[in-house]
């Protein structure tokens, strides 16, 4: 590879690597001076170079130097070293003059050219924020022309009052494109047509990403103060990436990556043209199911009325994602939440039609790692009423016909119902008459009524934890407290995983988590836990977050 390619390369790397930096190291630097990393309160300008078509947009939105705080293991110092290096630039002395608060990247086109014949190249803008435009101006003379005594060969144009410089040298690889656009941003593409289009979008407003309708109204919905943030126009990304969109609901979507003393709050909106179902009553406070979930969960789901959640927008957005991606909902399942497809498949149910359908109050729903870190134990508490009576009655009869003993049991004097199994066991016999036989009992589920709720797990273990552990329940603890609190009120409920109880489960059941994880390396090593919930009432829209806690934080 020729040492002078692609610089536009190494700088797309290098803004990806530098959020990663800010969202691993930023608990560290945030005690100390948190209001020099606060970044832009009104979106990328960038936007205005960026066609309404493009499939994705990511804008950093505070200058890197602002993150060299958050080095532990010089992070930053390293990466601007091997990003600057191959391309013979001196980051101090040749581009911090100059760059501001915004380094935006969008993919413009799925196909540069428009010819299917030749294949499709993308066309790649990155555009950095200038405080200095003649330093930046030097800075893109001095690039090319490092770049022409290494043998390429340049072209100067004027564009509509702009010059544009390219490097038309080497056709098989990653060409470069460079320009200085007004006094506010440095412009570089991987082909001059894509420069080209960036000053026409300006000089065309209707053109431009600014001037969407659907991104008005997800800039709208951003935090005042925000790291980074996304937009992507979904059904262009999904024809990026070759899927079939099986179902469509949701046009696009924009994310936003904010800080708080407590952690990383990522905020998403998902927009639509059409009128969707008014969401369920939202909640002002956490459901009261969650004083039987033990502090020791590794997941818990917490929220109001499963019955209509076969038609509600967070369904519809799932299925639109999952029949995208996977084909079908049920290989989703079978992947990603294997303890509820085994659940299924043992007990020959469909979880929305024989339980969800009659939980109309509270519920909750929870994982807890076992000492083998195998099979999670769960346990689901589901708030009681007439329809949950008939609704234990109709489980009763399901665990019947499996050939299930429904038995009566006592655990520090509460009553339990317990779905169990008879098995015989042979064992070796002294005797010369034969094998000695034994009847075994293997409880597959139990449930039992505390104060005004329905409670079910899965083992004798779970459930003696619940009764015996009564004052040390999730809610309770400081961890779930601080996250839940970073999530706006009223929500629809929460899904709270603790990263360390819950790792190995997950990277058995996400196998890809693994290599995940290596990449994303400083913030995994410090991530503590994670919660997700969703909040809104607007009908052409879906709005949630998830907040990221953070050790130390």
Do not use: C
Request: proline residues 5%; glycine residues 6%; without cysteine.
């Amino acid at each position: 590879m020729n040492r002078q390619r692609s610089f536009i390369g190494f700088i797309i790397a290098g803004a990806i690597a530098l959020l990663v930096i800010a969202i691993a190291g930023f608990y560290w630097f945030f005690a100390k001076s948190p209001v020099n990393l606060i970044a832009s309160t009104s979106g990328p300008g960038a936007t205005i170079f960026v066609s309404k078509l493009s499939p994705v947009m990511v804008s950093l939105l505070t200058n890197p130097d602002r993150l060299q705080a958050l080095e532990r293991d010089e992070e930053l110092s390293k990466l601007k070293t091997s990003l600057f290096a191959k391309s013979g630039i001196d980051y101090k002395q040749d581009i911090q003059p100059w760059l501001g608060n915004e380094i935006t990247l969008a993919i413009t086109t799925l196909d540069i050219d428009r010819d299917q014949e030749n294949g499709q190249q993308a066309g790649y803008l990155l555009a950095l924020a200038t405080k200095q435009p003649e330093k930046s101006r030097e800075f893109v003379e001095l690039l090319f022309s490092k770049r022409a005594l290494a043998g390429a060969n340049l072209a100067v144009e004027q564009y509509k009052g702009v010059k544009l410089i390219s490097d038309n040298s080497q056709p098989e690889e990653d060409l470069l494109a460079g320009a200085v656009v007004g006094e506010g941003f440095v412009l570089f593409a991987n082909d001059l047509k894509v420069l080209r289009d960036a000053i026409n979008n300006v000089q065309a407003p209707d053109l431009n990403l600014t001037s969407s309708p659907d991104y008005q109204k997800a800039i709208k919905e951003l935090p005042k103060a925000g790291l980074a943030i996304a937009f992507l126009n979904l059904p262009i990304v999904a024809k990026w990436q070759g899927l079939e969109l099986a179902e469509q609901l949701y046009n696009s979507q924009i994310i936003s990556l904010s800080l708080n003393p407590k952690g990383l709050l990522a905020e998403t909106t998902f927009l639509t043209t059409s009128e969707t179902a008014p969401p369920s009553p939202p909640l002002s406070k956490p459901v009261g199911a969650l004083q039987y979930v033990p502090a020791s969960a590794g997941l818990a789901i917490s929220g109001s009325n499963l019955s209509n959640l076969g038609d509600s927008d967070l369904a519809k957005l799932w299925r639109q994602a999952t029949a995208t991606i996977y084909g079908s909902e049920e290989d989703v399942i079978s992947r990603l939440a294997k303890p509820v497809a085994d659940v299924q498949k043992r007990w020959g149910i469909n979880l929305p039609k024989d339980i969800f359908s009659w939980v109309v109050g509270e519920y909750a729903i929870a994982l807890l790692p076992d000492k083998e870190q195998t099979t999670p134990h769960w346990l689901f508490v589901v708030e009681k009423s007439q329809d949950v009576e008939q609704g234990v009655a109709r489980l009763d009869a399901i665990a019947s016909s499996n050939g299930l003993s429904i038995s009566p049991l006592t655990i520090d004097q509460q009553k339990i119902f317990a779905w169990t199994e008879l098995s015989t066991a042979t064992k070796k016999s002294d005797v010369k008459e034969g094998a000695l036989f034994s009847i075994e009992t293997k409880v597959r589920g139990l449930h039992t009524t505390l104060g005004n709720y329905e409670v079910f797990t899965s083992d004798l273990e779970t459930m003696d934890e619940i009764l015996t552990a009564k004052d040390n329940s999730i809610i309770g603890n400081p961890n779930f407290q601080d996250s839940i609190a970073a999530i706006p009120l009223p929500n629809q409920g929460y899904v709270y995983l603790d990263w360390a109880k819950s790792q190995n489960l997950l990277e058995r059941q996400i196998p890809i988590l693994k290599l995940v994880e290596v990449l994303g390396k400083p913030f995994f090593n410090n991530l503590r836990s994670l919660t997700v919930s969703n909040y809104g009432t607007d009908t052409r829209s879906l709005k949630g977050g998830i907040f990221f806690k953070l050790h130390n934080s």
